[in-house]
């Protein structure tokens, strides 16, 4: 079975830009959640999305936005970078039946200059 | 407060010796803990991870060890190797959100 999948790995964008990340979870899993990882904060959740819809989110500004597809892929969303949204983002998938059980992908990581 | 605060944030032991990580909580609604494991320019991968109900797991060389009356639960390997090297991370989780510890940079040395 293939893992979570993230794209792409690297970017760079400059202040001002917006950005689109994708995920596609592990085939059968439905919940996908979004964290931020960076050395001063750690990882930190961002939101969780089943069946198309947004269930849990954490305290980031509205800069910070996502989707789910009917296939389960998610995309994540920022506009207007700041220097400070340079981080690594993760993806992680989990099925229905084990809801805290989330397997990460290897995360896009996102320089703003 | 929802924290998971882990320590120590770094540790450095020999080859065949027993790190242990230390983890405490405050939110009781966690219904579970899990511990990552991360390597330089990858993703967390999940270790062991161990429920409120249960007081000890043992997977291979790692166990959890849980104290659920001290809200505080910690990780020890066995026999650790240096390609145990790496960043680990507690977390405790509710409906599909995981709240992290900071992370143990953990150094074998051979």
């Known amino acids: 079975k293939a893992g979570v999948t993230q794209t792409p790995r690297y970017l760079i964008k400059t202040r001002g830009q917006q950005v689109t990340l994708s995920c596609s979870p592990i085939?059968?899993?439905?919940?996908v959640s979004w964290y931020q990882q960076t050395p001063g904060q750690g990882l930190q959740f961002l939101f969780e999305?089943?069946?198309?819809?947004?269930?849990n989110k954490g305290n980031f500004p509205g800069r910070f936005s996502g989707r789910q597809f009917s296939n389960s892929r998610s995309e994540m969303n920022v506009s207007t970078l700041e220097l400070g949204d340079s981080a690594l983002y993760l993806c992680?998938?989990?099925?229905?039946?084990?809801?805290?059980?989330?397997?990460f992908g290897a995360g896009t990581r996102l320089s703003v200059l | 407060q929802q924290q998971v605060k882990q320590s120590p944030q770094s540790l450095i032991v020999q080859k065949g010796g027993i790190p242990i990580i230390n983890c405490a909580y405050e939110?009781?609604?966690?219904?579970?803990f899990p511990w990552y494991q991360q390597f330089p320019g990858k993703g967390p991968a999940l270790l062991i991870a161990?429920?409120?109900?249960?007081s000890e797991k043992k997977e291979g060389r790692f166990t959890i060890s849980f104290n659920k009356s001290a809200k505080q639960f910690s990780l020890h390997i066995m026999d650790s190797q240096p390609g145990d090297s790496a960043t680990y991370f507690c977390?405790?989780?509710?409906?599909?959100?995981?709240?992290f510890g900071k992370g143990t940079l953990l150094t074998v040395n051979p």
């Open positions: 977390a405790g989780g509710s409906n599909y959100k995981l709240t």
């Open positions: 085939s059968g899993h439905r919940s």
């Open positions: 992680a998938s989990s099925s229905s039946g084990a809801k805290n059980i989330q397997y």
């Open positions: 161990i429920r409120p109900d249960v």
């Open positions: 999305y089943f069946s198309e819809t947004q269930r």
């Open positions: 939110n009781t609604a966690f219904d579970y």
